[in-house]
């Protein structure tokens, strides 16, 4: 099994060298200096800019956080009512508290597409939480869509991880 | 296994040799054969003209090169045609790169007609050394219009994204993929981006704060403006012609529905109203209609519909799974992303007849863009495990994987042409 998993692990890595068509160590230097003489090329510098990602905060303790759907299906599924109305609960409780719901698909298709269809998910569950009275403006469904799986295999397995709603606060 | 390896170093040692590689499938194509001699001087120089052009020619599907390596030629010399005849070179160009005293390049270059034994003319320009790959491209397409009659499209970017080491980077680089600048680094995904008319700006999704946004985002300068961040999702920008607004993917009124957001106001206007999903919104090449994806009839089909809203017709009808539409500058073609039994394959559909074929043998084609010529499409697949940019002619026979950064690399879009 750990023979396996180094082989693979070789090969991946291999592949990687191998599928790369250049140098890694080719970092892109922009030469502003020449940019600014030369009066010809105009549009050629690009200018970087590095973002950072938004903090979250904290639901219901003990209770699961994510919902998961059938291949092409935003029906929701007898074990995820319990998970729903507990999310629900909370939030009654706590009506300063907003829950963000986060569509997710599996891999296969493209990214608009599938963004479209995280979307249907996650309304899926919204819809679910307002039927149980949560009120409309403490939820709000959005999508990933394919962008970030729990699992990255490329099998059902893994597929069936990534089909969900995710509970965030 | 062992032969598997050793092939791997085999690749390995090519792509030392050769940044690109162009796969020619199919048989029965008609090439011209072209000489692009090494540049007198280029050793001197941080980049070689020629090889830029030999490989733009190549990838172009129009040009197949010869061999010249050891040929000395520049733009003074007096071809003998026999000699270059006999090597079958329908064409020749020769050209030279001198440094000047202000640290600027000269580049020079004259194309030959070997069979009409013709001069077709001289290319000169004085670049930046930071301009000299740019100035290269200019150079091929200056070579692709002498000979083929039509603009090239060489003098172009594409901006894609890579995913590496959990990190995002939206990069802009040469339409070979090489020259890559990064422009936005990110710890979340990013996706969608496509070129403002004019090319200064690029519209993209951004993850940051946690939901799908939309920016506008202009390149030279990094200043980054938010173009619609409403309730919900918000996804696939496309540009409108004159750059003023936007057609994107909202879900503010719940559904993913097309809506044109104003960029001066940030106002957002309904066009559609389904049941289902709407995404994808393509304008026509004249501007009048949008392509689109919609789920309307059970399962994702292109329509096309007026640009400000209005009746849909359904475009694709075989299979159900067709999304992505891309159409060409020309208006003559329509690619798009077909499923058929289980994989993902670039289309291009002729507008005219409606004739439709697949034009790919991967399996996961994603987000197809026409160059500005209307000759060569991008687009994201994946290739021996990862995830890869190539670009192949319209009919689908030449294609080539386009170099770039280490990691995934995916979400391709082609600028429009220097104005």
């Known amino acids: ?169 | 296994m062992f032969r598997f390896l050793i092939a791997c170093l085999m690749m390995l040692a090519a792509s030392v040799q050769a940044q690109f590689r162009v796969e020619v499938t199919g048989v029965g194509m008609t090439q011209m054969p072209i000489v692009v001699a090494p540049f007198k001087g280029e050793a001197g120089s941080p980049q070689k003209p020629a090889a830029i052009v030999q490989a733009d020619l190549e990838r172009s599907g129009l040009f197949k090169g010869i061999d010249a390596a050891g040929v000395a030629l520049d733009e003074l010399s007096r071809p003998d045609w026999s000699s270059w005849r006999q090597r079958n070179a329908d064409a020749l160009l020769g050209g030279s790169i001198t440094r000047l005293a202000d640290g600027r390049y000269d580049i020079r270059a004259r194309l030959w007609d070997v069979v009409k034994g013709q001069d077709k003319g001289e290319y000169r320009e004085t670049v930046g050394s930071a301009d000299l790959r740019q100035a290269s491209h200019r150079l091929a397409d200056w070579v692709f219009q002498q000979l083929t009659g039509t603009p090239g499209a060489f003098a172009t970017r594409i901006a894609y994204v890579t995913k590496a080491g959990g990190r995002y980077t939206l990069w802009v680089a040469d339409s070979d993929g090489e020259g890559a600048q990064s422009a936005l680094s990110s710890s979340e995904p990013i996706i969608s981006p496509s070129w403002s008319p004019n090319g200064s700006q690029l519209a993209y999704v951004s993850f940051e704060s946690r939901k799908p946004v939309i920016y506008v985002h202009e390149v030279a300068s990094g200043r980054r403006k938010v173009v619609a961040n409403f309730r919900g999702s918000n996804s696939a920008p496309a540009w409108a012609p004159d750059g003023k607004s936007l057609v994107a993917t909202l879900s503010r009124d719940g559904g993913s529905q097309l809506f044109r957001v104003d960029l001066a106001s940030g106002e957002a206007r309904r066009l559609t109203t389904s049941a289902g999903i709407d995404t994808e919104p393509a304008f026509s090449s004249d501007g009048t209609a949008l392509y689109f994806v919609s789920d309307r009839g059970g399962s994702p089909q292109i329509y096309r519909m007026p640009a400000q809203g209005g009746p849909a017709e359904r475009v694709t009808f075989g299979g159900s799974y067709n999304i992505s539409p891309a159409p060409s500058p020309d208006g003559r073609w329509l690619a798009y992303v077909s499923r058929i039994g289980g994989q993902f394959k670039l289309h291009v559909m002729d507008l005219q007849s409606g004739q439709s074929s697949a034009i790919s043998d991967t399996s996961a084609d994603e987000r197809p863009g026409f160059a500005p010529n209307s000759r060569l499409i991008v687009y994201a697949t994946v290739a021996q495990g990862r995830e890869a940019l190539m670009t192949s002619t319209v009919d689908g026979r030449i294609k080539a994987r386009l170099a770039g950064q280490g990691g995934d690399i995916r979400e391709p879009a082609w600028s429009p042409a220097k104005p």
Do not use: W
Not at chain 1, 46 to 53: F, G, H, I, P, R
Not at chain 1, 71 to 85: L, M, N
Not at chain 1, 103 to 119: F, I, S
Not at chain 1, 128 to 151: F, N
């Open chain 1, 1 to 169: 099994m750990r023979k396996t998993l180094v082989l693979t692990t070789l090969l991946a890595a291999l592949v990687a060298g191998c599928s790369s068509g250049v140098k890694l160590n080719d970092v892109p230097v922009e030469d502003k200096s020449n940019a600014a003489s030369s009066g010809v090329n105009q549009g050629t510098g690009v200018a970087s800019v590095v973002t950072e990602k938004a903090a979250s905060g904290i639901g219901p303790v003990g209770v699961s956080h994510v919902v998961f759907f059938d291949y092409d299906s935003f029906v929701i599924k007898a074990e995820a009512r319990p998970v729903i109305e507990n999310h629900a609960r909370f939030l009654q409780a706590n009506k300063q508290r907003k829950a963000m719901l986060e569509g997710h698909t599996d891999e296969r298709g493209g990214r608009e597409y599938n963004l479209a269809l995280g979307q249907k998910r996650a309304e899926a569950v919204q819809r679910a939480l307002v039927l149980l009275g949560v009120p409309e403006s403490q939820l709000e469904s959005v999508s990933y869509g394919k962008e970030k799986p729990a699992a990255q295999g490329a099998d059902e397995a893994s597929y069936a991880k990534n089909r969900r709603v995710e509970f965030k606060y």
